[in-house]
């Protein structure tokens, strides 16, 4: 085979784990949550090479969809390959050169996670901070930009640690008019809750798969419009990651089709069927549906004793943050609830840890049936843990 | 829903496409290859969160089934959340640190790529070159180390542009004498021929799942040893990116578990089943069946009146380059066997582009049914394109 002599081989860490059986989990938690099952379906399907054309159908119809999912007609709006933290990352190293000043909205976990990237990536971060669970009123948003004249404000729109939903409207005017790029954060509220990203004036969004899309989590949305292509196609440095240089990435997605990297065929297949399903049930109706479900959840939670961590008018629909009664061991419910009802929810982050569960009502996971079982099931996990 | 007025949702690009129903396409060019049946099933199955007790378990078992795969013993042996560009990346991301020097030994496409990432995260990037298709001898690579004195030496042990087989036995040892890491590139390498990654004293490589593992793309291997972590663990600067800081995702896929990004569960189930497929067949009769087939398939080009690029000895059982015969339109050979036969090869890049075809035989796809049909399609369509 070779012409020098092989060593041998070892059968150390030879082993033989039995045929894959993931438990029944009803997947509450802040995501993944659960795929919808005609995504399952889609995600198995027999492959087609990356440069294939049907292959290069899907592409022009996930692109089409996403615009559809995101309200926007930006001509660059593709799937990263890779998590929502790497379509968050693609925004930060494409969009950021060293020595730009970066005003990041931080009132939760990712938030901090936008600072330390843009930290990375040479940005002079300004932080504009407030608790856990509170968002920020165009007012404070209107000073820090005046205070820090940045080149770029990120905000969270949907924070998965807190459960806040950041209002938007009239910030992309205020951005244009400090001569600044809107960077947000839709991971947990594309596909859930309201989102319009051409009407709200936002330059770059990213999102995820694995929350209110029912698409497992590997492959990520991002979105730039004119506004930030122009800042990316002239930046005097290149993108540090050549994985996420979009200049490079738009190339395979555009129409040149020039090879970058091997697309994740199957999970674009998923991504696509997902995005078909938003587009199949419509987008306002879609919404209407998550909040509906949240609010008899919330009101359940009401019977139950149970309070919401972030005032009514500012929680999501798709991730709910309940505090825990004082006396009561959060992680031991989370146990109780996987151990005995195979449920996931999920504990707090950062300040919120031990204060809070994390609760998602997501995609195809928010229906009425889960409200009751979540409620029945949260209710004996109190009882037994008292 | 909300307390402000929201914009009118608009149907633009609110399209419906039909159901998935990817053409039968088989898939014998440089990868993807086709997944093993058993593989697509793993990858549709239902989801648990990243931090299940279940997860945690077939994470460990990926751990281990990898290190059988490479042969290697080393404890950081992890899938990295990307295609194998984004392990590639990982690779040089956190082991060079600015100023470093590199020699990176350049025979072909992916050699290439290797110089840019280096280039990009501050590598003093130095080129060992050969033509695309030859391989660097041990004396070529000792005058380079002599010469260069680099921290890091990156070869390619396969290089899927040139089909070319890089000989690694005694570089190891040669790296250890000059205070050198050795890097290797095996992407079209695992799991297809034979690979040692302890007794060739290979300090740090990476591959893909979509050669021949036989999984889908959007997960990739990596592994480091010792002398590597040792070198990543004390850097004197962050590593730019944060998606793919190993220390960060270490934490994740150590006994630590600390949240980094969500896990894409489901590309982990199909890895956790083509590596299991590996361990059950045994490396041994892998390699063989590689490379039987290959020596079959490169016996009935010769039959056609075809030739290979790269001479027998350095020829990978992975990946053949044929030339295309004088007065041959190689694409126009590439789109008969696609349009007529639903197979699918690809052309070559780069200098060869034009020159050869890339014909891969990888995993599941090296059967000696697929030889045959091959050999007859090429027939077919080299008398139908002359």
């Known amino acids: 085979m070779n012409q020098f002599k092989l060593p041998p081989v070892t059968d150390f860490h030879r082993i033989h784990p039995p045929q894959l059986d993931p438990p029944p989990r009803l997947l509450l938690g802040p995501g993944p949550s659960n795929a919808h099952p005609r995504v399952l379906q889609a995600l198995g399907m027999r492959q087609v090479g990356h440069l294939d054309p049907y292959f290069l159908q899907v592409m022009e119809e996930i692109k089409e969809l996403l615009r559809y999912a995101w309200q926007t007609g930006n001509s660059f709006t593709i799937p990263v390959s890779g998590t929502g933290s790497a379509a968050m990352e693609a925004a930060i190293a494409n969009l950021v050169e060293p020595g730009d000043v970066i005003l990041v909205g931080v009132n939760g976990y990712f938030g901090e996670r936008l600072c330390e990237m843009a930290s990375r990536y040479g940005g002079d971060v300004r932080r504009l901070e407030k608790a856990w669970g509170q968002v920020f009123s165009l007012t404070e948003i209107q000073e820090a930009l005046e205070t820090h004249r940045p080149a770029i404000l990120a905000l969270v729109h949907a924070e998965t640690s807190t459960g806040a939903a950041q209002p938007l409207d009239g910030v992309g005017e205020l951005c244009q008019s400090y001569d600044c790029l809107l ?78 990297h091997t697309a994740p065929i199957n999970m674009n297949y998923a991504l696509r069927e997902a995005l078909r399903l938003v587009a199949e049930e419509g987008l306002s109706e879609r919404w209407q549906r998550h909040q509906n479900n949240a609010e008899l959840f919330w009101m359940g939670l009401a019977d139950l004793g149970l309070e919401c961590h972030v005032e009514h008018q500012h929680r999501l629909a798709s991730l709910t943050t309940v505090r825990v009664p004082k006396g009561v061991d959060g992680a031991k419910v989370v146990r109780f609830l996987r151990s005995h009802y195979n449920i996931e929810i999920a504990n707090g982050l950062g300040p919120l840890a031990g204060q809070v569960w994390r609760i998602g009502l997501m995609g195809f996971n928010s229906r009425v049936e889960n409200v009751l079982l979540l409620l029945s099931a949260l209710r004996e996990a109190l009882a037994s843990v008292r």
């Open 183 to 260: 960077l947000v954060d839709t991971v947990t509220s594309l596909g859930g809750v309201p989102l319009f990203v051409d009407a709200w004036g936002i330059d770059a969004a990213y999102s995820g798969s694995q929350k209110c899309l029912s698409c497992p989590p590997g492959i990520a949305p991002l979105t730039f419009n004119d506004r930030a292509m122009e800042k990316v196609l002239n930046r005097r440095t290149k993108v540090t990651s050549w994985y996420l240089d979009m200049t490079l990435v738009g190339q395979y997605w555009g129409q040149e089709r020039v090879y970058h």
